[in-house]
């Protein structure tokens, strides 16, 4: 039962607007919007550089703290004590890279199945990998709002700029195969995320990992926007935007 039934609006607002980012944002950033090809790209560049910042700047030195706590809670010594939450965080980003690769050789070896708009089995398994990443990134928005707003803004700002980089990325890849439908499903996944952490109690240590997985999830999402290849990223909205939003959060 959703705790008494009490829903904190402040939390499903934010949900809410991460949703849109996946619904609306292929029309935010689409051909007609965005009426030259590097208008795009910065774009994509800039929400990178935030979503990278986030990560360095406020959710790392926090995974540091969190890791602490999960130390002292188990009380008898554990096995790589020091680098647990880190070789998860790292487990998270070698699966996407994983994923990633997939696409790219699928892609290379079916281009047929990209200029059709076939959803074959490895779009079906990258759209079920974004779905549960993007439910947990609804599960830390309750996580987020119980430590007040300013902590719940800039989550909800570099998470709703990073959704937009996952569904520029997604429609390149996939083409016509990442519809309408495709987005709906990954705004409902970030709904059911948020609801199941309405239901369940949230312990700081599965915060601690779930909050390592979003590290490497985070990390791979948005340098593979960047790194040169076709994608053509550009690195001074990239750089500024990363800039600026470190400073924002430093001082937040």
Same mark, same amino acid.
């Given at each position: 039962? =959703?705790?008494?039934?009490?829903?904190?609006?402040?939390?499903?607002?934010?949900?809410?607007?991460?949703?849109?980012?996946?619904?609306?944002?292929?029309?935010? +950033?689409?051909?007609?919007?965005?009426?030259?090809?590097?208008?795009?790209?910065?774009? +994509?560049?800039?929400?990178?550089?935030?979503?990278?910042?986030?990560?360095?700047?406020?959710?790392?030195?926090?995974?540091?703290? !969190?890791?602490?706590?999960? %130390?002292?809670?188990?009380? @008898?010594?554990?096995?790589?004590?020091? !680098?647990?939450?880190?070789?998860?965080?790292?487990?998270?980003? %070698?699966?996407?890279?994983?994923?990633?690769?997939?696409?790219?050789?699928?892609?290379?070896?079916?281009?047929?199945?990209?200029?059709?708009?076939?959803?074959? @089995?490895?779009?079906?398994? !990258?759209?079920?990998?974004?779905?549960?990443?993007?439910?947990? =990134?609804?599960?830390?928005?309750?996580?987020?709002?119980?430590?007040?707003?300013?902590?719940?803004?800039?989550?909800?700002?570099?998470?709703?700029?990073?959704?937009? +980089?996952?569904?520029?990325?997604?429609?390149?890849?996939?083409?016509?195969?990442?519809?309408?439908?495709?987005?709906?499903?990954? @705004? @409902? &996944?970030?709904?059911?995320?948020?609801?199941?952490?309405?239901?369940?109690?949230? &312990?700081?240590?599965?915060?601690?990992?779930?909050?390592?997985?979003? %590290?490497?999830?985070?990390?791979?999402?948005?340098?593979?926007?960047?790194?040169?290849?076709?994608?053509?990223?550009?690195?001074?909205?990239?750089?500024?935007?990363?800039?600026?939003?470190?400073?924002?959060?430093?001082?937040?």
């Amino acid at each position: 039962m =959703i705790r008494a039934m009490n829903v904190p609006f402040d939390s499903l607002a934010v949900v809410l607007v991460f949703a849109a980012a996946y619904v609306s944002g292929g029309r935010l +950033i689409a051909p007609e919007r965005t009426e030259k090809l590097w208008a795009r790209r910065r774009t +994509i560049s800039a929400a990178a550089g935030i979503s990278v910042a986030y990560v360095f700047v406020d959710v790392l030195p926090e995974l540091e703290l !969190q890791h602490k706590v999960v %130390v002292e809670k188990a009380g @008898a010594p554990m096995l790589f004590a020091e !680098q647990r939450l880190y070789v998860l965080a790292m487990l998270s980003f %070698v699966v996407f890279y994983g994923l990633e690769h997939m696409v790219l050789v699928s892609r290379e070896r079916r281009p047929e199945a990209l200029a059709a708009g076939t959803a074959d @089995a490895v779009f079906r398994l !990258q759209l079920a990998g974004y779905a549960a990443y993007s439910a947990l =990134i609804g599960y830390l928005v309750v996580e987020r709002a119980g430590r007040g707003a300013v902590p719940l803004v800039l989550y909800m700002v570099a998470m709703a700029v990073h959704f937009l +980089i996952v569904d520029h990325s997604l429609t390149e890849e996939h083409g016509r195969a990442y519809g309408r439908g495709a987005r709906w499903t990954l @705004a @409902a &996944s970030i709904v059911a995320g948020w609801l199941i952490a309405l239901a369940t109690t949230l &312990s700081e240590t599965v915060v601690a990992r779930l909050f390592a997985v979003l %590290v490497g999830g985070v990390v791979i999402t948005s340098l593979r926007s960047e790194l040169p290849d076709d994608r053509k990223g550009r690195f001074w909205p990239f750089c500024l935007s990363a800039v600026i939003f470190a400073t924002v959060l430093m001082f937040a």
